[in-house]
């Protein structure tokens, strides 16, 4: 039982592991291009929309998402 308890909890470090690393690169390609769409930014980070996704999801909900930038005021 022991064992099973150890192998599950190596398992959910892992993908912590890997979704701080995903929340990562999409935070840094975001930084320097704010109004990227995620299938595109799946495409130049090498992954799936969802994964994707579901980075910007967990970025938003910790407050980390970068807001976008208010649109220009026409002039007058």
Same mark, same amino acid.
Do not use: K
């Given at each position: 039982?022991? #064992? &099973? /308890? $150890?192998? /599950?909890?190596?398992? $959910?470090r892992t993908m912590r +592991? #890997?979704?701080?690393?995903?929340?990562? /690169? =999409? *935070?840094?390609?975001? !930084? !320097? +291009?704010?109004?990227? +769409?995620?299938?595109? &930014?799946?495409?130049? *980070?090498?992954?799936?929309?969802? +994964? =994707?996704?579901?980075?910007?999801?967990? *970025? #938003? =909900?910790?407050g980390r998402l970068p807001?976008? #930038?208010?649109?220009?005021?026409?002039?007058?």
């Amino acid at each position: 039982m022991f #064992a &099973l /308890a $150890c192998g /599950a909890l190596g398992a $959910c470090r892992t993908m912590r +592991a #890997a979704d701080e690393r995903t929340d990562r /690169a =999409v *935070l840094e390609h975001l !930084q !320097q +291009a704010p109004g990227l +769409a995620p299938e595109t &930014l799946a495409d130049s *980070l090498g992954l799936r929309p969802a +994964a =994707v996704r579901l980075s910007l999801h967990r *970025l #938003a =909900v910790s407050g980390r998402l970068p807001s976008p #930038a208010p649109p220009p005021t026409p002039e007058r």
